[in-house]
């Protein structure tokens, strides 16, 4: 495979985005399934591939987490495959109607859903990723410019041959789809923002960190998840073990993991030994604040663990004395990503929901659903701890933007200004069926 | 008055939105209406205030149209008292339910409307913009930063003074509202990205171009205007020329008056005399291509012309042979903001709506409709020239962002996952009605 210039293949990128954004569900999901048949009758070149990059990081000395992500097997492969299919039968995300409205009798205002143009994607050694975001993209009308670890260097360029050959029989093309391969590409893009309208990192907090702090470009990414759990004195208990424990051991590197626990002094001496037990039969180590070690023996928390994502079995744990006590540590110490209330009491959970300020806010439940597949978001792009364009986890409405549709009759604003003006009907329609633009046949 | 140091006032405005975010409709509407009626009572103040402003900026020998924006008179506060009544009229914009998600039985997700924090407002000297933003950020729940144009520094600080005294009754205080006044605070604004979440500029399209190219926060407005009219070989032609020429006159240093006019080859003989009186008689200078320059007597347009947002009564004029020239060269020459089509054939019609890439895509009318006024929106936040957040003419929604709430009874991912996993529901739910986080009573 040749590629032409950088700048050739943007310009060729953002005329192939004219033809994308106006094609049909039919022909992009037609792709999709081109592309999932593609990458299986090419199994044997990705996994010879995926087999180099194996043994180079293992020459390189890579750890098992890193090696475990980067290995692109029969499982792998009908994952990926699965996925294609599954978004290729999701409802078609371009020219929905999300507002119609009646300016006048017969002055029709709708506004409809579009692409956002170019996808700059950077992430970690991850080939399935590669594909997931590929597929998301084709299926959203958007064009893309990827950029993966080095480590998986040649599994990614064997995946993005097979879907440009998959794309030589749509006339979709494949000029909607870069691959950057070197490390210095990654400030490339960074600084690429006339041509990328949106940047979704993947990787470290610190590296979706740096990625936010040298760019222009909107970021759509999560960073800190210091995730907290408040457990009210009308709590029940048993539940509150159930969701503590969970929140906190089911995956604890994730981002939507808990990291502190907050204990209703009335109910620290009924709940803190079960607490500990449980924790400690599941591995994780607790430590809690002069109060809490009052109640149990445990680690000493100190100030900064109540700042920290320890993303490990580590739990920072502290008591406070009234509702509002719960809510002034989460808005000084979370990162607005996911804090949950356990109380049966209906008052005190509606202002849990209503006073924290983050992206999700959860009563009576794991701090681990905070994500796309389980919010029935059907494909999930990532999740944002932004408030700008999308929060929480995001699907592929985070991929879309939107245009204003109007068809008049001759109208002018004339006629609507001045002392004898004719009056704005600014009646509200509703939005299913068919928008002004009619089906999309080409 | 007297202000802290600009770090307090932000750690006070940050404390603030806890409380407005969080607040009754009731009370914000309230205190909407305080506003009001506050600036009515201390119009006296106001005024005088505002004729050292005018003096002062006569004496530097200012121009016209800035003196018109910087005169704050009885018309003017009229309509500013009018405008904050009407916004204290709208609905509630937060907690609002836009997605109701069963993830199983029991298991309710919602997401809601929620205030984006803190807005900062860079303005011409323009006294009525400030407190149309201020009375859209208060019903909006979102904390203020504001620099007013230095001609307005009086009228600025005896309008915030009187608002800040109608602030005083009320629960919400004034500490959600900050005024900056020197050149120099706005750098220092545009430097603040830990701070202010949302920047709308208003102003010279140079000095919005200057905003977005100076600053790592997300920017709404707008920058160029190039704004096309494409009359189709099935235009009805008078239409044509009575949506021509107010999309041109009537106000032409707007962001969508009209700029350049694209026109059939087989409509150029019977529409072009015509379009030279109409314009000749509303004083409009054309300048036309060379085969333009064949049927008409105008000025020769460059290259440059139709890369051009004149902001006067100047039109470029180009003949086209083909609906894919028209689009081409909207897509190669325009700046994305509003574009029209006048045509009786339905299916050109369509083809343009979905194929031309602006944040307005018309048929049939002028392109001076592209307003939040207009469109029904009810308030007018400004006009995004921006695919990210929100595009075109931006209402009370631009301000918000959103929160998942989630209701559960002890659920756990555990549950959900391995072999013998629950399974989701994902059954969608209509939005009406109150959120789980209830009714904002306090």
């Not at 604040?289 to 744990?317: K, N, P």
């Not at 719960?326 to 979370?334: L, M």
Request: proline fraction near 2%; aromatic fraction near 6%; charge should be negative.
């Amino acid at each position: 495979m040749e590629y032409g210039t950088l700048v050739e293949d943007i310009a060729r990128l953002r005329k192939s985005f004219r033809t994308l954004s106006t094609s049909s569900a039919a022909i992009r999901n037609a792709l999709l399934l081109r592309i999932a048949q593609g990458l299986e009758n090419d199994k044997a070149t990705l996994f010879e591939a995926n087999q180099a990059d194996m043994r180079a990081a293992q020459e390189a000395g890579e750890k098992t987490p890193l090696l475990k992500r980067l290995k692109f097997d029969e499982d792998k492969l009908a994952g990926v495959c699965e996925g294609i299919r599954q978004v290729s039968r999701l409802a078609d995300p371009i020219n929905a109607v999300t507002q119609r409205r009646l300016l006048d009798n017969g002055f029709l205002l709708e506004q409809v859903t579009f692409p956002i143009g170019v996808i700059g994607m950077i992430f970690e050694a991850r080939p399935d990723a590669l594909v997931q975001i590929v597929s998301l993209c084709l299926k959203s009308g958007n064009g893309i410019i990827l950029k993966g670890g080095k480590e998986a260097v040649l599994t990614n360029r064997a995946l993005v041959a097979s879907i440009r050959t998959s794309c030589e029989g749509s006339p979709l093309g494949s000029d909607w789809l870069i691959l950057l391969e070197s490390h210095d590409d990654v400030n490339a893009m960074l600084a690429m923002d006339k041509d990328i309208d949106l940047l979704i990192p993947r990787g470290t907090n610190a590296f979706v960190r740096y990625v936010m702090d040298h760019t222009k470009i909107p970021v759509l990414g999560h960073a800190d998840g210091i995730c907290a759990m408040y457990i009210d004195k009308s709590a029940d208990l048993d539940m509150a073990l159930k969701c503590a424990v969970d929140s906190k051991i089911q995956y604890p590197a994730a981002c939507n993991a808990l990291e502190t626990l907050l204990v209703h002094a009335d109910v620290a001496q009924a709940l803190l030994p079960k607490l500990a037990q449980a924790m400690a039969e599941n591995g994780v180590v607790l430590k809690g604040d002069e109060r809490v070690r009052g109640y149990i023996d445990c680690e000493v928390a100190t100030e900064d663990d109540f700042h920290t994502e320890f993303l490990s079995l580590t739990l920072a744990v502290k008591i406070v004395d009234s509702y509002g006590a719960a809510v002034d540590h989460i808005a000084a110490h979370g990162s607005h990503h996911t804090d949950c209330v356990i109380t049966e009491d209906v008052h005190t959970a509606q202002r849990f929901l209503r006073d924290v300020d983050s992206a999700d806010v959860f009563w009576n439940c794991s701090t681990r659903f905070s994500d796309g597949f389980r919010f029935g978001l059907g494909a999930e792009v990532g999740i944002s701890t932004g408030k700008i364009h999308a929060r929480g986890p995001v699907g592929l409405a985070g991929l879309m933007s939107s245009k204003w549709l109007l068809r008049g009759h001759g109208e002018t604003v004339a006629e609507y200004s001045g002392p004898h003006a004719k009056k704005y009907l600014h009646e509200e329609l509703s939005t299913g069926g068919v928008s002004l633009a009619g089906v999309f046949e080409e």
